[in-house]
Protein backbone atom coordinates (compact mmCIF):
# COMPACT_ATOMS: atom_id res chain seq x y z
CA UNK A 1 0.00 0.00 0.00
CA UNK A 2 2.44 2.66 1.06
CA UNK A 3 0.05 4.49 2.55
CA UNK A 4 0.52 6.55 6.04
CA UNK A 5 -1.75 7.33 8.51
CA UNK A 6 -0.36 9.60 11.56
CA UNK A 7 -2.04 8.98 15.10
CA UNK A 8 -1.24 10.09 18.34
CA UNK A 9 1.91 8.61 19.56
CA UNK A 10 2.88 6.69 16.46
CA UNK A 11 2.32 6.44 12.48
CA UNK A 12 1.34 3.41 10.71
CA UNK A 13 2.91 2.73 7.48
CA UNK A 14 1.20 0.41 5.12
CA UNK A 15 3.33 -2.01 2.87
CA UNK A 16 1.97 -4.16 0.46
CA UNK A 17 2.52 -7.38 3.12
CA UNK A 18 2.42 -5.66 6.07
CA UNK A 19 1.91 -2.52 8.77
CA UNK A 20 5.23 -0.32 9.89
CA UNK A 21 4.62 0.83 13.30
CA UNK A 22 6.73 4.11 13.88
CA UNK A 23 6.64 5.81 17.74
CA UNK A 24 7.16 9.22 18.05
CA UNK A 25 9.81 9.81 20.92
CA UNK A 26 7.99 13.22 22.35
CA UNK A 27 8.20 13.48 26.76
CA UNK A 28 4.31 12.56 26.33
CA UNK A 29 4.69 9.24 24.47
CA UNK A 30 4.49 6.00 26.57
CA UNK A 31 8.21 5.28 27.56
CA UNK A 32 7.37 1.51 25.79
CA UNK A 33 6.42 3.23 22.60
CA UNK A 34 9.81 5.13 22.73
CA UNK A 35 12.09 2.26 23.57
CA UNK A 36 10.20 -0.24 21.06
CA UNK A 37 10.72 2.80 18.32
CA UNK A 38 9.65 0.73 15.36
CA UNK A 39 8.10 -2.28 14.43
CA UNK A 40 6.70 -4.26 11.37
CA UNK A 41 3.57 -6.51 11.95
CA UNK A 42 3.65 -9.14 8.69
CA UNK A 43 -0.42 -9.28 7.55
CA UNK A 44 0.16 -12.88 8.57
CA UNK A 45 0.90 -12.50 12.20
CA UNK A 46 -2.73 -10.45 11.93
CA UNK A 47 -6.26 -12.15 13.63
CA UNK A 48 -8.13 -9.00 12.93
CA UNK A 49 -8.51 -4.95 12.74
CA UNK A 50 -11.14 -2.99 14.70
CA UNK A 51 -12.83 0.37 14.86
CA UNK A 52 -14.20 1.67 17.81
CA UNK A 53 -14.60 5.01 19.70
CA UNK A 54 -12.16 6.82 21.77
CA UNK A 55 -11.74 8.79 24.76
CA UNK A 56 -12.18 12.56 24.40
CA UNK A 57 -12.92 13.08 21.02
CA UNK A 58 -11.15 10.02 19.53
CA UNK A 59 -11.66 6.59 17.56
CA UNK A 60 -8.97 3.74 17.90
CA UNK A 61 -7.72 1.75 15.33
CA UNK A 62 -6.47 -1.69 16.58
CA UNK A 63 -4.98 -4.26 15.03
CA UNK A 64 -5.35 -7.66 16.60
CA UNK A 65 -2.18 -9.83 16.43
CA UNK A 66 -2.56 -13.82 16.57
CA UNK A 67 -1.57 -15.77 19.82
CA UNK A 68 2.08 -16.40 19.77
CA UNK A 69 2.55 -14.18 16.70
CA UNK A 70 4.63 -11.45 18.67
CA UNK A 71 7.14 -12.50 21.58
CA UNK A 72 6.47 -8.99 23.04
CA UNK A 73 2.48 -9.47 23.55
CA UNK A 74 3.11 -13.10 24.38
CA UNK A 75 5.57 -11.93 27.49
CA UNK A 76 2.86 -9.51 28.38
CA UNK A 77 0.05 -11.87 28.29
CA UNK A 78 -2.75 -9.31 28.57
CA UNK A 79 -1.15 -7.48 31.18
CA UNK A 80 -0.68 -4.31 29.28
CA UNK A 81 -2.90 -1.35 29.50
CA UNK A 82 -5.07 0.35 26.97
CA UNK A 83 -2.47 3.08 27.21
CA UNK A 84 0.87 0.78 26.46
CA UNK A 85 -0.47 -1.78 23.71
CA UNK A 86 1.54 -0.87 20.67
CA UNK A 87 -1.16 -2.22 18.49
CA UNK A 88 -3.86 0.67 18.87
CA UNK A 89 -3.49 3.57 16.88
CA UNK A 90 -5.50 6.48 18.82
CA UNK A 91 -6.88 9.51 16.08
CA UNK A 92 -8.94 12.47 16.06
CA UNK A 93 -12.55 11.92 15.40
CA UNK A 94 -12.61 13.74 12.12
CA UNK A 95 -9.91 10.74 10.83
CA UNK A 96 -12.91 8.09 11.50
CA UNK A 97 -13.56 8.13 7.75
CA UNK A 98 -10.46 7.69 6.74
CA UNK A 99 -9.58 5.27 9.66
CA UNK A 100 -12.59 3.07 8.33
CA UNK A 101 -10.96 2.60 4.75
CA UNK A 102 -7.37 1.49 6.42
CA UNK A 103 -9.39 -0.59 8.44
CA UNK A 104 -11.40 -2.51 5.63
CA UNK A 105 -7.90 -2.62 3.20
CA UNK A 106 -6.10 -4.26 6.01
CA UNK A 107 -9.11 -6.51 6.18
CA UNK A 108 -9.02 -7.31 2.64
CA UNK A 109 -4.78 -7.89 2.67
CA UNK A 110 -5.62 -10.84 5.65
CA UNK A 111 -5.41 -13.76 4.32
CA UNK A 112 -8.49 -16.25 5.00
CA UNK A 113 -7.18 -18.15 8.09
CA UNK A 114 -8.93 -19.24 11.22
CA UNK A 115 -7.44 -16.02 13.14
CA UNK A 116 -8.27 -18.45 16.58
CA UNK A 117 -5.47 -20.65 15.48
CA UNK A 118 -2.38 -19.75 16.91
CA UNK A 119 1.23 -19.01 14.98
CA UNK A 120 3.43 -21.51 14.74
CA UNK A 121 6.34 -19.24 15.13
CA UNK A 122 6.95 -15.86 15.89
CA UNK A 123 6.45 -13.38 12.84
CA UNK A 124 7.25 -10.34 14.45
CA UNK A 125 10.95 -9.00 15.72
CA UNK A 126 11.91 -9.01 19.30
CA UNK A 127 13.75 -6.43 20.58
CA UNK A 128 17.46 -6.10 19.59
CA UNK A 129 20.51 -6.07 20.94
CA UNK A 130 22.25 -6.50 24.33
CA UNK A 131 19.40 -5.31 27.05
CA UNK A 132 19.92 -4.54 31.04
CA UNK A 133 17.80 -3.28 33.72
CA UNK A 134 18.12 -2.94 37.09
CA UNK A 135 15.31 -4.74 39.38
CA UNK A 136 15.14 -4.25 42.93
CA UNK A 137 17.06 -7.14 44.09
CA UNK A 138 19.57 -7.18 41.39
CA UNK A 139 20.62 -6.22 37.97
CA UNK A 140 19.92 -8.28 34.73
CA UNK A 141 21.46 -8.52 31.60
CA UNK A 142 20.83 -10.19 27.91
CA UNK A 143 23.71 -10.30 25.55
CA UNK A 144 21.17 -10.48 22.96
CA UNK A 145 21.93 -14.31 21.49
CA UNK A 146 22.14 -16.72 24.05
CA UNK A 147 22.80 -15.57 27.66
CA UNK A 148 21.15 -14.15 30.11
CA UNK A 149 22.83 -12.87 33.74
CA UNK A 150 21.09 -11.75 37.18
CA UNK A 151 23.72 -10.09 39.42
CA UNK A 152 22.09 -9.65 42.73
CA UNK A 153 21.93 -6.43 44.67
CA UNK A 154 23.70 -6.32 48.27
CA UNK A 155 20.40 -4.26 49.68
CA UNK A 156 17.37 -6.11 48.35
CA UNK A 157 18.10 -9.79 47.24
CA UNK A 158 17.27 -12.45 49.91
CA UNK A 159 19.42 -14.54 51.74
CA UNK A 160 18.33 -17.42 49.46
CA UNK A 161 19.83 -15.82 46.09
CA UNK A 162 23.12 -14.81 48.01
CA UNK A 163 23.66 -18.15 48.71
CA UNK A 164 23.17 -19.35 45.25
CA UNK A 165 25.28 -16.92 44.00
CA UNK A 166 24.91 -14.70 40.72
CA UNK A 167 23.17 -16.79 38.28
CA UNK A 168 24.04 -16.94 34.47
CA UNK A 169 21.87 -18.71 32.23
CA UNK A 170 21.70 -20.38 28.27
CA UNK A 171 18.71 -19.95 26.37
CA UNK A 172 18.97 -23.49 25.05
CA UNK A 173 18.74 -24.35 28.85
CA UNK A 174 15.59 -22.38 29.41
CA UNK A 175 11.60 -23.34 28.19
CA UNK A 176 9.88 -19.77 29.04
CA UNK A 177 10.10 -16.97 30.70
CA UNK A 178 7.34 -15.40 33.04
CA UNK A 179 6.75 -11.78 33.51
CA UNK A 180 4.49 -10.04 36.19
CA UNK A 181 4.32 -6.30 35.41
CA UNK A 182 5.87 -3.92 37.59
CA UNK A 183 2.25 -1.85 37.65
CA UNK A 184 1.10 -5.06 39.76
CA UNK A 185 1.35 -6.10 42.98
CA UNK A 186 4.38 -8.04 43.25
CA UNK A 187 5.79 -7.55 39.77
CA UNK A 188 8.87 -10.27 38.69
CA UNK A 189 10.67 -11.87 36.18
CA UNK A 190 11.09 -15.42 36.31
CA UNK A 191 13.20 -17.86 33.78
CA UNK A 192 11.83 -21.29 33.76
CA UNK A 193 15.01 -23.92 33.82
CA UNK A 194 14.06 -26.98 31.73
CA UNK A 195 13.82 -29.82 34.63
CA UNK A 196 12.26 -27.15 36.81
CA UNK A 197 8.49 -26.92 35.28
CA UNK A 198 7.10 -28.68 38.07
CA UNK A 199 8.27 -25.89 40.58
CA UNK A 200 6.47 -23.75 39.20
CA UNK A 201 3.02 -24.94 38.49
CA UNK A 202 0.41 -24.75 37.69
CA UNK A 203 0.40 -21.95 34.67
CA UNK A 204 4.41 -21.76 34.31
CA UNK A 205 4.00 -22.66 31.06
CA UNK A 206 6.79 -21.39 28.49
CA UNK A 207 5.11 -18.04 27.97
CA UNK A 208 4.42 -14.88 29.78
CA UNK A 209 1.89 -14.22 32.79
CA UNK A 210 1.40 -14.91 36.09
CA UNK A 211 3.16 -18.32 37.22
CA UNK A 212 1.51 -18.78 40.90
CA UNK A 213 4.51 -21.28 41.47
CA UNK A 214 5.22 -23.20 44.55
CA UNK A 215 9.02 -21.35 44.90
CA UNK A 216 8.59 -17.69 45.73
CA UNK A 217 10.17 -15.21 43.35
CA UNK A 218 11.78 -13.80 46.12
CA UNK A 219 13.49 -17.13 46.76
CA UNK A 220 14.22 -18.26 43.70
CA UNK A 221 17.40 -17.35 42.06
CA UNK A 222 15.74 -17.98 38.60
CA UNK A 223 13.58 -14.54 39.24
CA UNK A 224 14.26 -10.73 40.10
CA UNK A 225 11.72 -8.87 42.37
CA UNK A 226 10.29 -5.32 40.59
CA UNK A 227 9.74 -2.67 43.31
CA UNK A 228 10.78 0.63 44.16
CA UNK A 229 10.99 2.32 40.49
CA UNK A 230 12.88 -0.65 39.49
CA UNK A 231 12.23 -3.34 36.33
CA UNK A 232 9.59 -0.82 34.34
CA UNK A 233 7.62 -2.07 31.58
CA UNK A 234 9.37 -0.11 29.34
CA UNK A 235 12.60 -2.01 30.23
CA UNK A 236 11.85 -5.10 31.74
CA UNK A 237 8.96 -6.30 29.25
CA UNK A 238 11.37 -5.74 25.68
CA UNK A 239 13.97 -7.89 27.75
CA UNK A 240 11.44 -10.46 28.79
CA UNK A 241 10.56 -10.93 24.84
CA UNK A 242 13.96 -10.85 23.45
CA UNK A 243 14.77 -13.62 25.83
CA UNK A 244 11.89 -15.85 24.97
CA UNK A 245 12.30 -15.37 21.32
CA UNK A 246 15.97 -16.44 22.10
CA UNK A 247 14.04 -19.63 24.07
CA UNK A 248 12.10 -20.41 21.12
CA UNK A 249 14.98 -20.46 18.27
CA UNK A 250 14.61 -16.89 16.74
CA UNK A 251 17.64 -15.17 19.19
CA UNK A 252 16.69 -11.39 19.42
CA UNK A 253 18.89 -10.46 17.00
CA UNK A 254 17.42 -13.36 14.22
CA UNK A 255 15.87 -12.11 11.14
CA UNK A 256 11.84 -13.10 11.01
CA UNK A 257 10.99 -14.96 7.86
CA UNK A 258 8.62 -13.17 5.96
CA UNK A 259 5.58 -15.64 5.04
CA UNK A 260 5.26 -16.86 1.85
CA UNK A 261 1.68 -15.73 1.06
CA UNK A 262 -0.39 -17.72 -1.09
CA UNK A 263 -1.06 -17.21 -4.51
CA UNK A 264 -3.50 -13.91 -5.19
CA UNK A 265 -6.97 -14.74 -6.05
CA UNK A 266 -9.21 -12.05 -8.18
CA UNK A 267 -11.08 -10.15 -5.66
CA UNK A 268 -14.82 -9.96 -5.56
CA UNK A 269 -15.87 -7.30 -7.99
CA UNK A 270 -18.74 -6.17 -5.44
CA UNK A 271 -16.32 -5.71 -2.75
CA UNK A 272 -13.71 -3.64 -5.05
CA UNK A 273 -16.43 -1.53 -6.25
CA UNK A 274 -17.18 -1.08 -2.35
CA UNK A 275 -13.62 -0.10 -1.44
CA UNK A 276 -13.83 2.26 -5.04
CA UNK A 277 -17.15 4.13 -4.03
CA UNK A 278 -15.37 4.95 -0.29
CA UNK A 279 -12.30 5.54 -1.84
CA UNK A 280 -14.33 8.28 -4.00
CA UNK A 281 -16.22 9.56 -1.00
CA UNK A 282 -12.10 10.31 0.81
CA UNK A 283 -11.03 11.96 -2.12
CA UNK A 284 -14.54 14.36 -2.70
CA UNK A 285 -14.00 14.97 1.18
CA UNK A 286 -10.42 16.30 0.75
CA UNK A 287 -8.46 13.43 2.78
CA UNK A 288 -7.40 12.23 -0.09
CA UNK A 289 -5.53 13.76 -3.20
CA UNK A 290 -6.08 13.64 -6.71
CA UNK A 291 -2.72 11.85 -6.96
CA UNK A 292 -3.29 9.19 -4.30
CA UNK A 293 -7.00 8.66 -5.82
CA UNK A 294 -5.87 7.87 -9.22
CA UNK A 295 -3.12 5.29 -7.87
CA UNK A 296 -5.15 3.91 -5.23
CA UNK A 297 -7.92 3.52 -8.00
CA UNK A 298 -5.63 1.77 -10.29
CA UNK A 299 -4.35 -0.65 -7.48
CA UNK A 300 -8.27 -1.56 -6.88
CA UNK A 301 -9.31 -2.14 -10.50
CA UNK A 302 -6.17 -4.58 -11.09
CA UNK A 303 -7.69 -7.19 -8.60
CA UNK A 304 -10.44 -7.25 -10.77
Same mark, same amino acid.
Given at each position: ?????A??H?????E????????E???????????????????E??A?V?L?PG????? +??H??P???A????E??A???K??????RL??????E?L?E?? !????????A?????????G?????????Q?F???? #?????? #? +????A?????S????E?W?? #?? !?????R?L?GV??????????????LP????????P?GG???GM??G?V???HD?A?L???G??G???QS?P?????LA?IR?????????V??R??T?A?DPAGV?????????LH????V????F??K??ELL??L
Open positions: MGDVLGIATWEFSDAVVIRFRGIRTPKLFQALRERRIPHALSTTVRGTV +VLAVRAGDPLMAAGQLDGNDPYVLPADRTAYY !QGELLSALPRDAERPADFLVQAPQGPSKAYD #GKASFD #G +VSEVFRWSWGASSKKA #GD !QTFQADCVWRSPELFEGYLRLRGREQDHAGSGGDGTLPDPALFGGRPVHLFAAAVAGGGAGARVPPVAARSAERIRHLSERAGLTDEESVKAAE
